[in-house]
């Protein structure tokens, strides 16, 4: 019995150790990539104008619409592969290994074709400068070429999932950003600016990321292999029952966030969605920190519920509430409260206050939904993909509709595109989401509250803080900003250790200090 004890406890440690070396290692990766858009965005804007930036991530954001078809296939499939995995059902493993490649194989061939058709017409669908027009095209053709090289050879990223070791992603991410900073440097030193030297970025990254992946495939799991013998079109149709709900699901995540550079081009100008696009940076930086680190989890969530093991899947998803809770916080008030003398520095040529204004009503709801990403990952694990895309479904063309009226019918403009997906989306998670993920697993309905109260406690606390050290402080200078910002890290930090962890996760932390 006592061995018994001491090994599951060894487990425990095991596991624990494993998913903060996946932690940090992630969040590095994020800092690379943070600190690339914090250096380049500001110089593109003065160099190219705040129209250029808003292209830059209006490519993005049409191939996120082009990667509704790749998430049909897509969504579920490393669900599907780590349970049957860990299950030891390797043929099953290999029959959804094979048949995702020869899918992703035909939609990568079709998006390419459909995206070269839409760009040589591009300034037909969208509004573009005519000095910018040749630039554009160029830089939506390569980020177009990257999404399909990368959509053929998606199914080589699962391995590091399979085996729990994402921090291999990470350390994989953060020498293809630092090459492709490297490689921008170069490009915007010894060349005249150009917008299209960000596809050339992309691309040469994006090619590197798959020869990593598939490196990291044979070392890792070589036992998975793509025979042709092994694709099962009943394979994909299993995937595509449960991987369709995931497409709407993405479909009302770009009503919801994705759409709004594009109804900026259209209904109001170029300069407002340049000027949107710079705003919805940093909060888009505070989001990627609470998606990244859920990412971590839902290895060891997947992995729970393949073994039926509804305590330790309730405990993976709480204990990542309050992580990501206690971290994303820190930044999210130090925006709410120093936004202004950051967009200040940071972008001289813009108005801060207005970017301030804008960034807040991006975030928004981050205030009170701060650490409930990896809840959202219930529906994908316990297979109710269907009912979170519907809501999402729902969401989006409910944000999308009332923006439509609120710029056509007010002078809100700009401002009713950045605020409303933030009240709509808030409300979607506090009464759908939250409830039913505790039904899923069966356990009580308010399992999950007391750690998102916490976090919109924490926030409140931290913007206190914050505002009285702005009495104190003038934040005019680099200096004075980063010094107050590592002050507000310190006492943010402080604050959340006692009012967003629990007394557990508390005792763990002391007695691992004890313990160095």
């Not at 044979?218 to 994909?236: G, Q, Y």
């Not at 605020?419 to 409300?427: D, Q």
């Not at 402080?494 to 962890?501: G, M, R």
Request: charged residues 15%.
């Amino acid at each position: 019995m006592k061995k018994n004890i001491k090994f599951l406890r060894q487990l425990d440690e095991s596991r624990s150790v494993q998913m903060m070396i996946n932690l940090v290692a992630n969040l590095i990766s994020f800092a690379v990539t943070l600190g690339i858009s914090f250096f380049l965005s500001p110089y593109i804007v003065q160099k190219l104008g705040a129209e250029a930036n808003g292209f830059i991530t209006l490519a993005n954001n049409f191939i996120s619409y082009a990667t509704l078809v790749k998430t049909a296939l897509n969504a579920v499939g490393s669900r599907y592969i780590i349970v049957s995995y860990h299950r030891g059902e390797i043929d099953k493993v290999n029959r959804y290994y094979s048949s995702l490649f020869f899918g992703d194989l035909i939609i990568g061939v079709v998006s390419f074709i459909i995206g070269l058709a839409c760009i040589f017409r591009l300034e037909n669908l969208i509004n573009i400068p005519e000095n910018l027009i040749f630039d554009t095209k160029i830089l939506f053709f390569l980020v177009f070429c990257n999404f399909s090289f990368n959509t053929v050879a998606a199914v080589f990223s699962s391995a590091p999932y399979i085996k729990n070791k994402v921090y291999l992603q990470s350390i994989r991410d953060i020498q293809c950003n630092v090459i492709r900073a490297i490689l921008l440097v170069m490009l915007f030193t010894l060349l005249r600016p150009r917008v299209f030297f960000l596809g050339i970025g992309t691309i040469v990254s994006g090619i590197i990321l798959i020869v990593y992946n598939y490196i990291y495939k044979c070392r890792l799991v070589p036992e998975l292999r793509v025979r042709k013998k092994n694709f099962s079109w009943n394979s994909i149709k299993e995937l595509l029952s449960q991987g369709v709900w995931s497409s709407l699901s993405s479909l009302g995540e770009m009503l919801l966030s994705s759409f709004d550079l594009l109804i900026t081009n259209l209904l109001i100008n170029v300069t407002e969605m340049g000027i949107l696009s710079v705003a919805k940076s940093v909060p888009s930086m505070i989001s990627g920190i609470g998606q990244t680190m859920a990412s971590v989890f839902f290895p060891e969530i997947t992995i729970c519920y393949a073994k039926n093991d509804t305590k330790g899947l309730v405990d993976v998803v709480n204990q990542s509430c309050m992580i990501i809770g206690a971290i994303v916080t820190i930044p999210l008030a130090y925006l709410i409260v120093f936004g202004s003398e950051f967009y200040g520095l940071w972008q001289p040529t813009l108005d801060s206050e207005k970017l301030q204004i804008l960034s807040i009503l991006t975030c928004a709801g981050f205030i009170l939904c701060a650490g409930c990403n990896s809840i959202g990952t219930i529906f994908t694990v316990t297979l109710h993909v269907k009912e979170s895309a519907l809501s999402v479904l729902i969401t989006g063309i409910t944000n999308t509709v009332l923006t439509l009226v609120l710029v056509k019918t007010t002078s809100l403009g700009i401002y009713a595109v950045a605020g409303v997906s933030s009240v709509v989306e808030t409300i979607r998670m506090l009464v759908y989401i939250v409830p039913n993920a505790t039904k899923y697993v069966g356990v009580k309905i308010t399992t999950f509250y007391p750690v998102i109260a916490k976090s919109f406690i924490s926030t409140m606390a931290l913007c206190i803080v914050g505002f009285g050290l702005k009495q104190i402080v003038v934040c005019d200078t680099w200096l004075r900003l980063i010094v107050i910002a590592i002050v507000f890290g310190v006492l943010g930090l402080a604050i959340n250790f006692l009012i967003v962890l629990d007394k557990s996760a508390r005792n763990r932390i002391i007695q691992k200090i004890r313990q160095q």
